[in-house]
C-alpha cells in the first residue's frame, strides 16, 4: 500500500506562484509513475501533470509552460512548481501513484 501526503497549497494572487509538495511512503516509490490531478466545484478531476519513473513529463495544455513537475527519489517526493497563477487553477490538488490518491491540498487563486 502507498500513503500519499500532498502539501503546500493556499491563497495565491494571481500571477503568483506555489510550490506543491507530495510525500509517499514506501520502497517502491521511484520505480513508478507518479500524477498530478486537480478538481475544482462541480467538476471532474482532471490530470495536469505526470512524471515516470524514468523523469519523462507530460502536462495538459492548460498548464504547459506554467507548470513544472519532477521528482526526488531520495525524498519520495514530488513537486509541482506552478506560477503565473490564473483563477481558473483554484481546485483541490491532488497526486496519484499505483492507484493510491493523497488527501488533496486547496489552491485558490484570488486577488
Known amino acids: 500500500q502507498v500513503q500519499l501526503v500532498e502539501s503546500g497549497g493556499g491563497l495565491v494572487q494571481p500571477g503568483g506562484s506555489l510550490r506543491l509538495s507530495c510525500a509517499a511512503s514506501g520502497s517502491l516509490f521511484s520505480m513508478y509513475s507518479v500524477g498530478w490531478y486537480r478538481q475544482a466545484p462541480g467538476t471532474q478531476r482532471e490530470l495536469v501533470a505526470f512524471?515516470?519513473?524514468?523523469?519523462?513529463?507530460d502536462y495538459a495544455d492548460s498548464v504547459k509552460g506554467r507548470f513544472t513537475i519532477s521528482r526526488d527519489n531520495a525524498k519520495n517526493t514530488v513537486y509541482l512548481q506552478m506560477i503565473s497563477l490564473k483563477p481558473e487553477d483554484t481546485a483541490v490538488y491532488y497526486c496519484?501513484?499505483?492507484?493510491?490518491w493523497g488527501q488533496g491540498t486547496q489552491v485558490t487563486v484570488s486577488s
Open positions: 512524471i515516470t519513473s524514468g523523469g519523462s513529463t
Open positions: 496519484k501513484q499505483l492507484g493510491f
